[in-house]
């Protein structure tokens, strides 16, 4: 999708000095997947604890040894 952005210079200048040989549009779409991907593992993290999960490994594993 193309899309015109209105960038600060200063903040795209150093988001290109981290990732050489790289164009202006691999660069920003490299940094919203980093962005979405820590944005996730962050929502993960925030729901420890919220959700109740039965430890069932055990009975698991003595179902395994009766096949």
Known sequence: MRTTLELDDALLASLMAR???VSKTEAIQRAVRFYLTHDAVDQLRQLAGTVEIDD??????GADRTM
């Open 56 to 61: 069932l490994s055990r009975e698991l594993r």
């Open 19 to 21: 990732l050489p040989g």
